[in-house]
């Protein structure tokens, strides 16, 4: 599949950075008409990770945590995240979600969530895969807070990091 990494404004100009922002207009806010656009098959990827103490990523590991399955709560947390991201964030569009993919990568002191969303359909998809990344991503911390608390209640060992697009494709229908 070809990159999609340019994008096109609403009068046809292609750039590889946002020449001119398009969802302000002399300071107002609106959401981008995309009607005239044609439906294309659409792909993006996105990837985190959480950092944690290695004793708590051997917990989740071998499924120790009190509050039940952890990576299989943050699968059903970044699905949901993706299905509602339209409600999140502003001037995102409500798209038709036709298939999320989530993949988990433990280390010895992070685990790392890919998420890869595909729509059909007038706009892409990267903003539905950061949120199923980020919200996922937070699922694990909320799951495994209790044992990464120090004693004054932080978290100086944990953190989300590396939050990014890694893909982001189109093709013709």
């Given at each position: 599949?070809?990159?999609d990494?340019?994008?096109?404004d609403?009068d046809?100009?292609?750039?590889?950075e946002?020449?001119?922002?398009t969802?302000?207009?002399?300071g107002?806010?609106?959401?981008?008409?995309v009607?005239?656009?044609?439906?294309?098959a659409?792909?993006?990827?996105?990837?985190?990770?959480v950092?944690?103490?290695?004793?708590?990523?051997?917990?989740?590991?071998?499924d120790?945590?009190?509050?039940?399955?952890?990576?299989?709560?943050?699968?059903v947390?970044?699905?949901?995240?993706v299905?509602?991201?339209?409600?999140?964030?502003?001037?995102c569009?409500?798209?038709?979600?036709?298939?999320?993919?989530?993949?988990?990568?433990?280390?010895e002191?992070?685990?790392?969530?890919?998420?890869?969303?595909e729509?059909?359909?007038?706009?892409?998809?990267?903003m539905?895969?950061?949120?199923?990344?980020?919200?996922?991503?937070?699922?694990?911390?909320d799951?495994?807070?209790?044992?990464e608390?120090?004693?004054?209640?932080?978290y100086p060992?944990?953190?989300?990091?590396?939050?990014e697009?890694?893909?982001k494709?189109?093709?013709p229908?």
């Amino acid at each position: 599949m070809p990159d999609d990494s340019t994008h096109t404004d609403p009068d046809g100009a292609v750039g590889g950075e946002a020449d001119e922002l398009t969802h302000t207009e002399e300071g107002d806010v609106q959401m981008v008409d995309v009607g005239e656009k044609p439906d294309t098959a659409r792909r993006a990827v996105a990837r985190g990770t959480v950092h944690l103490q290695p004793s708590t990523v051997a917990a989740v590991r071998d499924d120790r945590v009190s509050k039940g399955d952890v990576l299989a709560t943050a699968r059903v947390g970044a699905v949901q995240a993706v299905k509602h991201t339209w409600e999140t964030i502003p001037m995102c569009h409500q798209i038709p979600v036709t298939n999320v993919e989530t993949e988990f990568a433990v280390e010895e002191a992070s685990v790392t969530l890919t998420v890869a969303v595909e729509t059909t359909g007038k706009t892409g998809c990267e903003m539905e895969a950061l949120e199923g990344v980020t919200t996922g991503l937070n699922v694990i911390w909320d799951m495994v807070k209790s044992a990464e608390k120090d004693a004054n209640g932080g978290y100086p060992a944990t953190r989300i990091t590396d939050v990014e697009v890694v893909e982001k494709t189109k093709r013709p229908l």
